[in-house]
T-cell receptor, first 116, second 116 residues
Framework: DSGVTQTPKHLITATGQRVTLRCSPRSGDLSVYWYQQSLDQGLQFLIQYYNGEERAKGNILERFSAQQFPDLHSELNLSSLELGDSALYFC???????????????FGPGTRLTVL | AQKITQTQPGMFVQEKEAVTLDCTYDTSDPSYGLFWYKQPSSGEMIFLIYQGSYDQQNATEGRYSLNFQKARKSANLVISASQLGDSAMYFCAMREGENTGNQFYFGTGTSLTVIP
């Protein structure tokens, strides 16, 4: 158990809908990262937050947004869902004091999203 | 150019034997960190081992060791005395620089199957 929690574990929804994925980082970790893992794209970095502020952006679509709250939990919002958004969405956290190269990311169990 | 290359999509190893999973990386930054993660069929991403670019010795964590060859830009994972529970996908990842706030770059993974 990495100490990172994600809810829900599974989510099934229809095209055009909006969903929210939730992540609680390990105790003491200030950085939260979101990743999308699909069969054809592999593991794709979406976005990073550090202590409530957006820190880095990867291949995140305009239809997706995220935020990190004062209690450091994070939410990833996916809207106008398409079939291709079906994937495993991971949250990871790290101490992230300076985002140094030594800063290990610990992953949550993931949320499996299925868009029908 | 790919930042992380894992050229072995699938590997097989006999139980109790050692196996090496290949990883090469591409960076011009003198400061970087290399990571290996394991993803069993249950889906979670488990951190295994870390190697820093300035580390003089190869990293070891139990049965895992990292064969770090800086000049060749390779960071191969060696699993000794393979166990059935080692069957999983293995991902190599890299973070460049200090204080960058940047994301990890992940390879496409190697699927390891341990044969009884």
């Amino acid at each position: 158990d990495s100490g990172v929690t994600q809810t829900p574990k599974h989510l099934i929804t229809a095209t055009g809908q909006r969903v929210t994925l939730r992540c609680s980082p390990r105790s003491g970790d200030l950085s939260v990262y979101w990743y999308q893992q699909s069969l054809d794209q592999g593991l794709q970095f979406l976005i990073q937050y550090y202590n409530g502020e957006e820190r880095a952006k990867g291949n995140i679509l305009e239809r997706f947004s995220a935020q990190q709250f004062p209690d450091l939990h994070s939410e990833l919002n996916l809207s106008s869902l398409e079939l291709g958004d079906s994937a495993l969405y991971f949250c990871a956290s790290s101490v992230g004091i300076d985002s140094r190269r030594t800063d290990t990311q610990y992953f949550g169990p993931g949320t499996r999203l299925t868009v029908l | 150019a790919q930042k992380i290359t894992q050229t072995q999509p699938g590997m097989f190893v006999q139980e109790k034997e050692a196996v090496t999973l290949d990883c090469t990386y591409d960076t011009s930054d003198p400061s970087y960190g290399l990571f290996w993660y394991k993803q069993p069929s249950s889906g979670e991403m488990i951190f295994l081992i870390y190697q820093g670019s300035y580390d003089q010795q190869n990293a070891t964590e139990g049965r895992y060791s990292l064969n770090f060859q800086k000049a060749r830009k390779s960071a191969n994972l060696v699993i000794s005395a393979s166990q059935l529970g080692d069957s999983a996908m293995y991902f190599c990842a890299m973070r460049e620089g200090e204080n960058t706030g940047n994301q990890f770059y992940f390879g496409t993974g190697t699927s390891l199957t341990v044969i009884p």
